[in-house]
């Protein structure tokens, strides 16, 4: 029977009801502290969102490196470019929807293409945080929940993306984003999710970690889904031995340990707070069908747009509940013994 | 450590003519080896490029990446056969390398990109992002107390492009003093004049209101483009724009201030008759009656 993998180092209580919530942005904006303090060539542009992306945090502490750039996300990725180009580390910081959504194309053009095929040193260090991604933005309603911005990044030779699954793990993300070079594309959602790793959980830009060991399917899931496939794996104890697997860093792709992994279970389901192709489950399926088919469930977003209510009563609604993840193991272990 | 040194400004208003001259010869011999690409743009702006990478800018093209130079942001990314032909006549690479310019492996891609050739500063042709990537450099060298200059290059034509104003909007509040913009205000565009497609008039007083310093100069004379960049040196509290006024196609003329050559290359027959015209004005140039 599988465990949970002692050497992630999840909070003791991950299991109970008072398990701690808190907004994984408050992790993007302590990391951003950290990489200033350890770089002063760090420098955050924020577009009229200062306090809800946190970038605020970083204000307070190095006013004279935030720059207010106004409702005009275009200009802010092209600028932030520029800046790196003068020897600047940029996170730039915004909604989701707007940066990479409204900025994708200055995005691909001044930071992915611009920086590929640099020599070392050359790159263009831009950072893009999304915040407010997926549909857990809730009463903003559709036009403000981010659902296919993954995929959008992924596409982008070049582009790192993180999806962090708590604001420990955004912290630590933000801080290697910061010492990593080229651009980077980190994702999170708007509400307050359980806070599941600790600072001693590992952490590496491009590396999968394996949460709870399992032989017969594999979860595999970013964001705060990783819970919900924590909660899922819990709730199938007695039934189906699920691993679960935490990929924060959508690319890179480990591919080295997901095919590891499914050479034992056999099986995978993917779980994500996004539409539910090009992103996590579009990288795993790719990757799995190239390399070693084998049955997949997705759950994710099913191809439709958002809507305003609670991040909890959408979530039941879109599908993305550890219930959710139960019945899609339950469907990818069967298609398994056909 | 070796001491870089910027390369000697040529100063000589004849020597600058004759370089332009040649440059425009070479981009035209690039455009037919080419096949395709934009000719009368190059052509037009061929005095400004010949005048920043001669005698304005501080640069060395023995070191590209030398941390003190002044940075030349191409926005208008489409007129790159003026940038390459000055790049290769001030010494970036070989003038030969021109003839490779969009053919399979060339550095000299078909728009810029920067990590492809040692001295680009940025990757450009979807319109309107130039003038925010040298905001933004103009804003990191300020934060540092750095002293260099930026250069950003645009078109007339992506002034209709909504970024060029946000980044107009930030340079302008920021009082970025170490930006020159200039415009290349030819009034022309793929599918006819400026002022038919979408009036940009007027024009200086978009910029003046957007707390811009502005200069209006007649483009094709060299020493025109050296005075104002030496003027925008002087302000102090403002970015400065230069409306660099000139004609399209300027020295061949069946080419100049004809839309149609916007987006098109010579054909060998066409180059022949260009670069006689061109050699024709050269002649003059050395004899003082140009």
């Known amino acids: ?338 | 450590m070796v001491e870089i040194k910027p390369i000697k400004k040529v100063t000589d208003i004849k020597k600058l003519k004759l370089l332009a001259n040649q440059i425009r010869q070479d981009l035209i011999e690039a455009l037919v080896s080419a096949g395709s690409g934009h000719t009368a743009g190059p052509l037009g702006m061929a005095d400004v490029f010949t005048a920043l990478y001669f005698n304005v800018a501080k640069h060395n093209p023995k070191y590209p990446f030398w941390e003190e130079r002044d940075r030349v942001v191409l926005s208008n990314g489409h007129i790159c056969p003026v940038i390459y032909s000055t790049m290769a006549n001030v010494g970036y690479f070989p003038r030969k390398e021109l003839k490779t310019l969009r053919h399979f492996g060339t550095r000299l891609q078909g728009h810029p990109h920067r990590s492809s050739l040692p001295g680009l500063e940025t990757t450009s042709g979807p319109l309107g992002s130039g003038l925010s990537q040298a905001s933004g450099m103009a804003y990191a060298f300020r934060m540092d107390n750095k002293k260099n200059r930026v250069f950003c290059l645009m078109s007339d034509g992506e002034q209709e492009a909504g970024q060029t104003w946000e980044a107009a909007l930030f340079a302008g509040k920021n009082k970025l003093r170490n930006l020159t913009a200039f415009i290349d205000r030819n009034n022309i565009q793929i599918d006819g004049h400026t002022e038919d497609i979408m009036p940009l008039e007027p024009l200086a007083d978009k910029y003046r209101s957007f707390n811009w310093h502005v200069i209006e100069i007649d483009a094709n004379n060299i020493k025109a483009v050296i005075d104002a960049c030496n003027e925008a040196a002087t302000i102090y509290e403002k970015p400065t724009l230069i409306i660099a006024h000139n004609i399209p196609g300027k020295g061949v003329s069946f080419m100049e201030n004809d839309h149609e050559w916007h987006g098109k290359p010579p054909t060998a027959e066409q180059a022949k008759v260009a670069l006689a015209e061109l050699r024709v004005w050269r002649e003059n140039i050395m004899k003082n009656r140009d």
């Open chain 1, 1 to 338: 029977m599988g465990t949970l993998n002692p050497n992630a180092y999840l909070v003791s209580n991950l299991y109970a009801k008072d398990i701690k919530k808190v907004k994984t942005r408050d992790g993007y904006g302590k990391g951003l502290v950290k990489a200033g303090e350890k770089n002063k060539n760090v420098v955050v542009l924020c577009a009229d969102l200062s306090e809800s992306t946190r970038s605020e945090w970083f204000q307070k502490k190095f006013p004279d490196r935030f720059v207010e750039i106004g409702v005009a996300e275009q200009n802010m990725a092209s600028l932030a470019s520029g800046m790196s180009a003068a020897g600047k580390i940029a996170f730039i910081s915004s909604y989701a929807v707007f940066s990479p959504g409204r900025n994708n194309e200055q995005i691909r053009t001044t930071i992915s293409y611009n920086s590929w095929g640099s020599k070392p040193g050359k790159e263009i260090n831009v950072k893009i945080a999304g915040a407010h991604a997926g549909i857990s933005v809730g009463p903003d309603g559709a036009t403000h929940q981010a659902l296919e911005d993954v995929g959008l990044m992924r596409l982008q030779p070049g582009m790192t993306v993180i999806v962090p699954c708590d604001d420990n793990e955004c912290e630590k993300a933000t801080v290697a984003a910061a010492e990593t070079p080229g651009p980077f594309y980190l994702r999170f959602g708007r509400a307050d999710y359980p806070s599941i790793t600790t600072e001693k959980t590992p952490f590496k830009v491009g590396r999968i970690e394996e949460f709870r060991s399992g032989k017969d399917c594999t979860i595999i899931a970013n964001g705060p889904l990783v819970y919900e496939a924590l909660t899922a794996a819990k709730k199938l104890e007695k039934e189906i031995d699920c691993q679960v697997l935490n990929c924060h860093t959508v690319k890179p792709l480990d591919g080295a340990t997901l095919l590891k992994a499914v050479q034992k279970t056999g099986c995978v389901v993917t779980a994500e707070e996004h539409q539910w192709q090009g992103g996590l489950a579009g990288a795993v399926a790719e990757f799995l069908g190239e390399n070693y088919p084998v049955p997949i469930k997705r759950v994710g977003v099913k191809d439709r747009f958002g809507e305003s209510g609670t991040p909890d009563e959408l979530f039941k609604v879109f599908g993305l509940t550890s219930d959710d993840i139960v019945k899609a193991v339950r469907a990818a272990v069967k298609m398994k013994k056909k």
